[in-house]
């Protein structure tokens, strides 16, 4: 037997708005009271840090921008001269500034650069392969394994300008241990801190000596991450040690080694106290970094704020623009060398 179901009549008219209300428009202000409301302790714990991030990050962030686009020096800032006020008298002038440095007409600032990346690739590089290098040892069984790694570990906890003025007194051109070492076997001494040449191999020298425990202690932590049946099994199939370093040990590291590259090109991109304190002020332009530059712009001589300030940004523009590129070609590469969007197309069909 069939129930009959019964429909309404079709001259009943549609309900209107007041029985049925539009839906609430949830915006950004809306989300923030839920969130502070459901998570008011969060944001508490987290407000002071946001603070201080602002007063030591966020404002000279935001001021050095300004600036930039201005014509500041020591000359027209507003200064105190006694009991008397002189106010400001500089004007925005612009991009005028960063046209000025990247045209090139200012002169300077594409052969820091390029100095810059060179010392960059070749600290990078040495802090890599010798801080992997390390770290295999060290992960291998061996007696007093602990003291060779305190040993290995103590530069990095050495401060930058206690190491610096170590080293001064190692390239001392007169009393210095490398040039008593020369004097030894027969050759000429050098005077390092002095040639434009010799500057750059001291600031070198002295950087990887800074930078290879870091590396070291990260890549140690990457080696015993990798399961120890993967070195077995491809033992057991018959590969050599440099294969199974290439086709084990490199893929394990590939995580590790992707971000501890990219904090070692940022730090020594900015490495300003090994350049400065081994160096002087009465370093030679070539043996200047970008960094050391600005400084000198902003603090040696008629005080040019607007260019150091210039520089600066230019200065986290390249790292920004390095950082992007860099995260996004890391990513790309599968752990079998096929880009990703090769495995979804794959995935796909």
């Known amino acids: 037997?069939?129930?009959?179901?019964?429909?309404?009549?079709?001259?009943?008219?549609?309900?209107?708005?007041?029985?049925?209300?539009?839906?609430?428009?949830?915006?950004?202000?809306?989300?923030?009271?839920?969130?502070?409301?459901?998570?008011?302790?969060?944001?508490?714990?987290?407000?002071?840090?946001?603070?201080?991030?602002?007063?030591?990050?966020g404002y000279p962030l935001g001021w050095g921008v300004y600036l930039s686009f201005t014509d500041a020096n020591e000359m027209n800032v507003a200064k105190d001269i006694g009991?008397?006020?002189?106010?400001?008298?500089?004007?925005?002038?612009?991009?005028?500034?960063?046209?000025?440095?990247?045209?090139?007409?200012?002169?300077?600032?594409?052969?820091?650069?390029?100095?810059?990346?060179?010392?960059?690739?070749?600290?990078?590089?040495?802090?890599?392969?010798?801080?992997?290098?390390?770290?295999?040892?060290?992960?291998?069984?061996?007696?007093?394994?602990?003291?060779?790694?305190?040993?290995?570990?103590?530069?990095?906890?050495?401060?930058?300008?206690?190491?610096?003025?170590?080293?001064?007194?190692?390239?001392?051109?007169?009393?210095?241990?490398?040039?008593?070492?020369?004097?030894?076997?027969?050759?000429?001494?050098?005077?390092?801190?002095?040639?434009?040449?010799?500057?750059?191999v001291a600031v070198v020298m002295v950087n990887v000596w800074l930078g290879v425990p870091f590396m070291m202690v990260a890549l140690l932590g990457g080696l015993q991450s990798i399961p120890s049946e993967l070195h077995e099994a491809a033992e057991m199939d018959g590969a050599s040690a440099w294969q199974r370093f290439r086709h084990v040990t490199l893929p394990g590291l590939r995580p590790v080694s992707s971000t501890v590259i990219l904090l070692g090109t940022i730090w020594t991109f900015n490495m300003?106290?090994?350049?400065?304190?081994?160096?002087?002020q009465g370093n030679s332009a070539d043996s200047e970094i970008l960094v050391t530059y600005a400084y000198r712009l902003a603090f040696a001589g008629v005080r040019d704020y607007a260019g150091a300030a210039t520089y600066g940004i230019c200065i986290l523009s390249i790292l920004l623009v390095f950082s992007v590129f860099y995260r996004k070609a890391i990513s790309d590469e599968s752990p079998g060398g096929r880009p990703r969007t090769t495995r979804r197309r794959e995935a796909v069909r």
């Open 1 to 57: 037997m069939k129930t009959a179901t019964a429909r309404p009549p079709r001259d009943v008219a549609a309900p209107t708005g007041a029985d049925h209300p539009p839906p609430r428009r949830t915006g950004a202000w809306t989300w923030l009271r839920r969130s502070y409301r459901r998570y008011w302790y969060a944001w508490a714990m987290v407000l002071p840090v946001v603070v201080v991030l602002g007063v030591l990050v």
């Open 83 to 200: 009991v008397n006020h002189v106010p400001a008298t500089y004007d925005v002038i612009g991009l005028d500034n960063y046209w000025h440095i990247l045209s090139g007409e200012e002169g300077n600032f594409y052969p820091r650069l390029w100095w810059t990346v060179v010392w960059t690739v070749s600290c990078v590089f040495f802090h890599y392969t010798i801080g992997l290098g390390l770290a295999l040892l060290l992960n291998r069984r061996m007696r007093f394994r602990a003291l060779y790694r305190v040993l290995l570990i103590l530069p990095w906890a050495v401060p930058a300008f206690v190491a610096a003025f170590s080293w001064r007194l190692m390239f001392n051109s007169q009393y210095g241990v490398f040039n008593a070492i020369l004097t030894d076997l027969g050759m000429d001494p050098v005077d390092w801190l002095n040639g434009p040449t010799s500057q750059k």
């Open 272 to 280: 300003f106290p090994i350049i400065f304190l081994m160096l002087g």
